[in-house]
């Protein structure tokens, strides 16, 4: 599988599950005995945790995968497009001058 299909799969599993979903299924586990309060809080926090991993390690996938495509392509940095473009002022004024 590619690093871009797991990329998106991590970011679809992350996304199917929201804070308000989550506390409704655990609402649901508490009503009907299977799980206590407090293990509904700290189960709740347990999902939230992961789920926030997750998008720190999607994020950084996608920002890695994004650089080697940019470096593929030979793309610039804006810093160097900065460095170029100070450079190239400097020659304009330096032939100005002249």
């Given at each position: 599988?590619?690093?871009?299909?797991?990329?998106?799969?991590?970011?679809?599993?992350?996304?199917?599950i929201t804070r308000e979903k989550a506390e409704k299924f655990i609402s649901e586990l508490e009503e009907k005995g299977e799980m206590s309060k407090e293990e509904g809080k700290e189960f709740l926090e347990e999902v939230?945790?992961?789920?926030?991993?997750?998008?720190?390690?999607?994020?950084?996938?996608?920002?890695q995968?994004?650089?080697?495509?940019?470096?593929?392509?030979?793309?610039?940095?804006?810093?160097?497009?900065?460095?170029?473009?100070d450079r190239i002022q400097k020659l304009e004024e330096?032939?100005?001058s002249e």
């Open positions: 599988m590619s690093f871009m299909k797991k990329a998106f799969y991590l970011g679809l599993g992350a996304l199917c939230m945790q992961k789920g926030e991993e997750q998008k720190k390690e999607i994020h950084s996938m996608i920002a995968s994004i650089n080697e495509f940019k470096g593929d392509l030979g793309a610039v940095s804006r810093a160097e497009f900065q460095a170029l473009e330096k032939s100005e």
